[in-house]
């Protein structure tokens, strides 16, 4: 059997190995940059090339690649409850022989989701209004253009807190998300967010339910191979949630209107929110990680084996 890179197989349990990410809803299509074969087919992101990722040895430090996605769910912030569309979180993880792990982020940000529309659009989210100049605006908006709003969730840094085991249990925290959710409207303007790179919202998510695990062992192209030099872990069905995290109020809104905006929106949902009352519920989600089946017989170029066989599945 040809193998696109050198390294044996070595017995492993796989029980440690699985994990479940999740994100929420967001406009921004999901598209891939990459369209990998075979096994590696969902993980279009994985950031292999990375240097953190190409320096990790296989005995000290073991390179892994992680992806989760969700097909619908809801997310609420404060008042507002919105239907979530697909979700796709890709990540590297690099774990640790003390135990640890770390987290690193495709250059372009770990989360990307299919767009979410805000219910009821602007009138929904600040009308009616006390303040003079919102109810000015909230008496034109007859125009379903001016009033429809897109949230657009977008990464700011990279998650963190990753536990592996997590992802095949309940109850237990999966991993830090920060985010913040880019609210697009011509009246809001270009500007206005809920959360911010220096106070994000950060997602915390645990299994409601148990996942179904499965295995396969593949070549480094994609091939699957009983002897594969890599494995991959697959959780899926699991209904994953998260009620701890708080919500800041929107900034930015308007233009010119001198944070009146930002009032009027905070005023009618909520915001901001503290934790216990938002909350994040996500579907059927789908999570798999790959990885070399044995990466101390490869040290130390468990990275680098690691990213050649990626693009071998890719070029």
């Known amino acids: 059997m040809n193998r696109s890179f050198p390294g044996a197989r070595a017995v492993t349990?796989?029980?440690?190995?699985?994990?479940?990410?999740?994100a929420f809803a967001a406009t921004g299509t999901a598209t891939a940059?990459?369209?990998p074969n075979g096994e590696w087919a969902p993980f279009t992101r994985c950031p292999?090339?990375?240097?953190?990722?190409?320096?990790a040895d296989g005995i000290a430090r073991t390179p892994q690649c992680v992806v989760s996605t969700s097909p619908s769910g809801s997310i609420k912030?404060?008042?507002t409850t919105v239907t979530t569309?697909?979700?796709n979180l890709q990540i590297g993880v690099i774990?640790?022989?003390?135990?640890?792990?770390?987290?690193?982020?495709?250059?372009?940000?770990?989360?990307?989701a299919d767009s979410a529309t805000v219910p009821g659009g602007l009138l929904g989210l600040m009308c009616p209004s006390n303040i003079p100049?919102?109810?000015?605006?909230?008496?034109?908006?007859?125009?379903?253009?001016?009033?429809?709003?897109?949230?657009t969730v977008e990464s700011v840094g990279a998650p963190y807190g990753f536990n592996q085991t997590a992802g095949i249990v309940t109850g237990e925290t999966i991993v830090a998300i920060p985010v913040r959710i880019h609210l697009e409207n011509p009246i809001l303007g270009g500007n206005c967010y809920i959360g911010s790179?220096?106070?994000?919202i950060v997602l915390r998510p645990k299994n409601l339910t148990y996942p179904d695990f499965g295995i396969s062992f593949f070549d480094g192209d994609g091939t699957v191979a009983d002897d594969g030099e890599l494995t991959r872990i697959n959780l899926t069905g699991a209904t994953q949630n998260d009620s701890t995290f708080a919500v800041p109020g929107a900034t930015g809104c308007g233009l010119g209107l001198f944070g009146l905006i930002d009032a009027a929106v905070n005023a009618k949902t909520g915001l901001p929110a503290p934790a216990g009352t938002n909350s994040l519920t996500l579907n059927n989600s789908q999570t798999a990680l790959a990885g070399l089946t044995a990466p101390g017989t490869v040290a130390p170029d468990a990275g680098k084996l690691l990213s050649q066989a990626w693009h071998s599945a890719v070029d």
């Open 95 to 112: 774990q640790n022989s003390d135990g640890t792990s770390s987290v690193v982020a495709p250059a372009g940000g770990a989360l990307i």
């Open 77 to 79: 912030l404060g008042n």
């Open 48 to 55: 292999v090339d990375a240097p953190a990722m190409l320096a």
């Open 13 to 22: 349990t796989a029980t440690a190995l699985g994990t479940a990410l999740v």
């Open 197 to 200: 790179k220096s106070n994000p």
């Open 33 to 35: 940059a990459a369209a």
């Open 85 to 87: 569309g697909r979700t």
């Open 133 to 151: 100049a919102i109810t000015q605006i909230c008496e034109s908006l007859s125009n379903s253009t001016l009033n429809k709003i897109t949230a």
